[in-house]
């Protein structure tokens, strides 16, 4: 069974970092043709992607509102995604989901929505 499991999430005050994972079970032919990204839902609103990773490429994608402040990457060895989250602000302040696709990150707003495996997701809180 192909499973995500994210873990790191916390409270931090706001200017705080925090380091999320995201670790990748049950692929049987690996990750190299999938995509993981990163999502994040605040109370009352959508759930929307954050960043995103192709996997054998090592490209990756992120939403203005993080970008110069989170950074996506992997541990191969482990199977694992992580997004390091600097400088946080209380908009910040969701859970954070991680999710895959056969896929790249073209559009991993929609294709991962579709068709995605997700992770149960980790709570952020930043407190200002």
């Known amino acids: 069974e192909m499973r995500l499991v994210e873990s790191g999430g916390g409270l931090v005050q706001a200017g705080g970092a925090l380091r999320l994972s995201c670790a990748a079970s049950?692929?049987?032919?690996?990750?190299?043709?999938?995509?993981i990204g990163w999502f994040r839902q605040a109370p009352g609103k959508e759930r929307g992607g954050v960043s995103c990773?192709?996997?054998?490429?090592?490209?990756?994608d992120y939403a203005d509102s993080v970008k110069g402040r989170f950074t996506i990457s992997k541990d191969a060895s482990e199977n694992t995604v992580y997004l390091q989250m600097n400088n946080l602000k209380p908009e910040d302040t969701a859970v954070y989901y991680c999710?895959?696709?056969?896929?790249?990150?073209?559009?991993?707003?929609?294709?991962?929505?579709?068709?995605?495996?997700w992770g149960q997701g980790t709570q952020v809180t930043v407190s200002s």
């Open positions: 999710a895959s696709v056969y896929d790249d990150c073209d559009d991993y707003n929609y294709t991962m929505h579709e068709l995605g495996i």
């Open positions: 049950g692929f049987p032919r690996g990750l190299d043709d999938y995509a």
């Open positions: 990773l192709n996997w054998s490429e090592r490209s990756t």
